[in-house]
């Protein structure tokens, strides 16, 4: 600690140092801390003995744990709060994975026309945003396709009358998304991108709209808290667009 520092600019900073294991949460709250002008003393446990008896004494269950002016102030969650930082509620849907997924597709489809063409805005970079998402979009699914399958069995119509098309979903919708970036197999990727994203569209539309059911999306895959709605029904629009263009060019 240095002495300049006002009693409630000090923290105590309580943190698990052992030989094969060193608490992310721990370096994240002394960051977080070190960040807000805080002077640390940082305290680290550095063995299993040491850290049990840390909880038994505090009756804590995790480490860190933060002292701020000689008081308790928790975990890192409870830092981020008593700092003003906004922390998750468990079970809480969020749209950022799916809105970094486009942001990072377009850049990728600029920078594509950029060096293909010496100029970012083209048309090209539009069929290629779409492709790339595709294919973005199969590759988060493919991570973990049971988990996608079992999420998407909650809403996909055909799905729910033959299973196995959850686990063949990703695999058509990457398969469409690379021949479209391509522009081979025309013949292939059209009608591909039709039937899935078309069956999806109405999937989407019957669960939210109609049957007014609260579900969450696996357009990222299977374990992600994205909620179904205008997301999904978005990542489907595209692909119909997408074939319906391709076929009419």
Known sequence: M??????DRRAVLYRMVLPGHVCPYGLKAKDLLERRG??????????????DAFKAEHDVRTTPQTFI????????????RHLGQRVAAPGETSYRPVAVVFAMTALMALAASQAAFGTPLTLRAGEWFVAFSMCVLALLKLQDVETFSTMFLNYDLLARRWV???????????????LMAAHVADWLSIPLALVIGGIGAVSVVKAVYIDRRSLKCACVGGATRVPLGFVSLTENLMMVAMAGWMALR
């Open 164 to 178: 196995r098309y959850g686990y063949v979903y990703p695999y058509a919708e990457g398969l469409a998304g690379v």
């Open 38 to 51: 805080f002077a640390v003393d940082d305290r680290p446990l550095t063995t299993r003995e040491a850290t």
């Open 69 to 80: 002016a000689g008081e308790r102030v928790g975990g890192y969650d409870d830092l981020r």
């Open 2 to 7: 240095t002495a300049a520092a006002s009693p």
